[in-house]
Every structure is written in structure tokens, then in C-alpha cells.
């Protein structure tokens, strides 16, 4: 049994956008994901670890342990052994709250991740996970209940899968840009509509799939 981790925020988790409510895991991504991997004839097991309001390494004002360097190592040693982690972070960290950061900033959170998942201290003999690095969809004009938290947001994400790219070049991981393939919420600007959740299980398990099968 091969076990992936998804580290995230509440684009992952499952959100239903304009709602405090959750979708169920078989219609979240790494449920399609999870899904779509085991009808191939792999055995696999997709852990999630999504937090909403998580930034890659930035504090929320309001809310403890949203920034998601703290705590990351464990999480690796935790689930280990691990065959892949798979980021996506980075919609939080353009936040009201961060007036300054962008695209490039948000980037350079991601490459801290990486770094940090490779320095964990897992047991002997186990395996230092690859990382795939998912950007997110960029967000359009933020809308109902987060509008306020995301003000502006849609014009400082603006760069940031150019800088993903560049950090998983740099830095030898996998990379997907999930504005290939999908969009934010029509309802609020920000998270995922459950046909989106769908296309990216479906988008990642065909990138996923081959990097568990070679191993």
C-alpha cells in the first residue's frame, strides 16, 4: 500500500463555497484522486492534511496554526513511509492580512515547504518523499462570505504559477498548474464547485499515477 499526503488548505478540504460545509471525501479531489488511482490497479492510500486559512509560511492574525511550516516535519515522520506529498498552498497567503505578498512571495513559501519535507526525521530506511507542487486556480473577484478577507487578493495572486514553475525547476519536484485544467468558484470567487473537484482528481491521477508505478 503506497500512501500519499496532501497538504493543504480549504480548497482541498473540501469547502462548499459560500458555505460553512464540507464535501464528502469521495467528491473531494484526493477522494477522486484516491479513487481514480485504486481502479488502475494501484494500491494507494491518500492522506489528507488540509487546514483552512493555511499559508505556506505565514501567521494568520486571528487564527493559531494556520502557518504551515510549523508542525511539517512531524507530519512527515507521522505518516511515513510516505511515496509522494503533494502542496497546494498559497491561496491564503495573498490575504488582506498580507498587503505585500504576490505570486513571487507565495513561491517562495513553497520552496520553505519543500525544504522542510526533506530535512524530516523519519525512521532509517524510509524513503524521502518526492513533492509534486500544485498551483492553485487564481481567483477571480471575491464574492459573498470571504470577500472581505480576500480584498485584492485576485490582483496579488497575480504571477504565482510562473514562480511555482520556477521553484519546482529549481528544486527537482513534479509540477502541475491547475488553471490548466480548472477555475475558482463561479459562486465566490475563491474555492472549488464540486465539478472542479472532479477534473483535478481526474488531472492529478493521470501525473500521479505513473510517478507511484516507477517506483
Same mark, same amino acid.
Given at each position: 500500500?503506497?500512501?500519499?499526503?496532501?497538504?493543504?488548505?480549504?480548497?482541498?478540504?473540501?469547502?462548499?463555497?459560500?458555505?460553512?460545509?464540507?464535501?464528502?471525501?469521495?467528491?473531494?479531489?484526493? /477522494?477522486?484522486?484516491?479513487?481514480?488511482? %485504486?481502479?488502475?490497479?494501484?494500491?494507494?492510500?491518500?492522506?489528507?492534511?488540509?487546514?483552512?486559512?493555511?499559508?505556506?509560511?505565514?501567521?494568520?492574525?486571528?487564527?493559531?496554526?494556520?502557518?504551515?511550516?510549523?508542525?511539517?516535519?512531524?507530519?512527515?515522520? *507521522?505518516?511515513?513511509?510516505?511515496?509522494?506529498?503533494? =502542496?497546494?498552498?498559497?491561496?491564503?497567503?495573498?490575504?488582506?492580512?498580507?498587503?505585500? %505578498?504576490?505570486?513571487?512571495?507565495?513561491?517562495?513559501?513553497?520552496?520553505?515547504?519543500?525544504?522542510?519535507?526533506?530535512?524530516?526525521?523519519?525512521?532509517?530506511?524510509? !524513503?524521502? !518523499?518526492?513533492?509534486?507542487?500544485?498551483?492553485?486556480?487564481?481567483?477571480?473577484?471575491?464574492?459573498?462570505?470571504?470577500?472581505?478577507?480576500?480584498?485584492?487578493?485576485?490582483?496579488?495572486?497575480?504571477?504565482?504559477?510562473?514562480?511555482?514553475?520556477?521553484?519546482?525547476?529549481?528544486? /527537482?519536484?513534479?509540477?502541475?498548474?491547475? %488553471?490548466?485544467?480548472?477555475?475558482?468558484?463561479?459562486?465566490?470567487? *475563491?474555492? =472549488?464547485?464540486?465539478?472542479?473537484?472532479?477534473?483535478?482528481?481526474?488531472?492529478?491521477?493521470?501525473?500521479?499515477?505513473?510517478?507511484?508505478?516507477?517506483?
Amino acid at each position: 500500500m503506497q500512501q500519499v499526503l496532501v497538504y493543504a488548505d480549504s480548497l482541498t478540504w473540501g469547502i462548499v463555497p459560500d458555505t460553512r460545509q464540507r464535501l464528502p471525501f469521495e467528491a473531494r479531489w484526493p /477522494g477522486v484522486l484516491e479513487g481514480k488511482l %485504486n481502479a488502475c490497479g494501484l494500491r494507494v492510500r491518500v492522506i489528507e492534511d488540509c487546514l483552512n486559512g493555511r499559508r505556506t509560511v505565514w501567521e494568520d492574525p486571528f487564527k493559531p496554526g494556520r502557518n504551515g511550516l510549523q508542525g511539517l516535519q512531524q507530519r512527515i515522520e *507521522i505518516h511515513s513511509p510516505l511515496s509522494l506529498v503533494i =502542496l497546494m498552498l498559497g491561496t491564503n497567503d495573498v490575504q488582506y492580512c498580507h498587503p505585500y %505578498n504576490d505570486g513571487w512571495t507565495a513561491g517562495q513559501g513553497i520552496a520553505a515547504l519543500v525544504r522542510e519535507i526533506r530535512i524530516a526525521p523519519i525512521e532509517p530506511g524510509m !524513503p524521502v !518523499p518526492p513533492v509534486l507542487i500544485v498551483c492553485p486556480p487564481r481567483m477571480s473577484t471575491p464574492r459573498g462570505l470571504i470577500a472581505a478577507k480576500f480584498k485584492g487578493a485576485e490582483t496579488r495572486c497575480a504571477g504565482m504559477a510562473d514562480a511555482y514553475k520556477e521553484v519546482a525547476a529549481t528544486l /527537482g519536484c513534479e509540477y502541475l498548474d491547475a %488553471n490548466t485544467v480548472i477555475r475558482a468558484s463561479k459562486v465566490d470567487g *475563491i474555492h =472549488l464547485d464540486p465539478d472542479q473537484h472532479v477534473t483535478l482528481g481526474t488531472a492529478l491521477a493521470a501525473v500521479v499515477g505513473p510517478m507511484l508505478a516507477n517506483q
